[in-house]
């Protein structure tokens, strides 16, 4: 075993993860360590693997599920990554215009009961 690898627990400190985030990545086939002791069954990972591993994080930040992630990262095409990241983000912008159309329309709304609240009752003069 190579000296420089990191343990899982290592790993998983210096990613801000939890093991049980590193074991269903090994599990799911997204990030597999770069050896695992036949004894101990301890898995392993290299420094590199971190690339790897920014990538999936960045992806579940824009809500991609981690099979949508895995047939991506298996592709190993950065064309087709980026392709994928610009779609996600024309969708963000039209979810953008959409939650602000209705917080416009919110606005007006309480804009519109202010109004009421402070319109006479019926039959009441000024």
């Avoid at 400190?13 to 997204?30: A, C, P, Q, S, W």
Wanted: proline letters at 2%.
């Amino acid at each position: 075993m190579n000296n420089n690898y990191l343990s899982i627990g290592e790993m998983a400190k210096m990613n801000h993860i939890t093991v049980t985030t590193l074991r269903l990545y090994d599990e799911l086939d997204l990030l597999k360590p770069v050896y695992v002791n036949p004894e101990t069954n301890y898995r392993y990972y290299d420094i590199k693997q971190n690339a790897r591993l920014d990538l999936i994080q960045y992806m579940k930040e824009l809500q991609m599920n981690l099979k949508e992630i895995k047939e991506l990262l298996d592709k190993e095409d950065i064309n087709l990554i980026e392709a994928i990241l610009i779609k996600k983000k024309q969708q963000l912008s039209i979810q953008i215009n959409d939650l602000q159309r209705t917080k416009d329309a919110i606005s007006r709304t309480i804009y519109s009961l202010e109004r009421y609240r402070k319109s006479p009752q019926v039959g009441q003069l000024l």
